[in-house]
């Protein structure tokens, strides 16, 4: 397992309730549940960012094309 650290926060009690059916739903815990939830932000975040800079790089080689273009004709 991963080195883990705890953290505690305040949900709201709509959330805290959703919680609660969807723990005893699936077995497991709400802080597993909670945990799940904030690693697939991060790598959803993550993967974001790296799109950006793979779009950066995209923009660059197509650049290069068209000037190796030009200097061809």
């Given at each position: ?6 953290v505690n926060t ?11 059916r969807r ?5 497991l ?6 945990m799940?939830?904030?690693e697939n932000?991060?790598?959803?975040t993550?993967?974001v960012?790296?799109m950006?800079?793979w779009e950066?790089?995209y923009?660059?080689v197509?650049?290069l094309?068209?000037r190796?273009?030009?200097?061809h004709e």
């Amino acid at each position: 397992m991963a080195d883990v650290v705890r953290v505690n926060t305040r949900i709201s009690r709509k959330l805290n309730e959703w919680l609660k059916r969807r723990s005893h739903s699936t077995g497991l815990s709400k802080s597993a549940l909670i945990m799940l939830a904030l690693e697939n932000y991060y790598q959803q975040t993550e993967a974001v960012e790296q799109m950006a800079k793979w779009e950066a790089i995209y923009r660059e080689v197509d650049d290069l094309k068209r000037r190796m273009e030009k200097m061809h004709e």
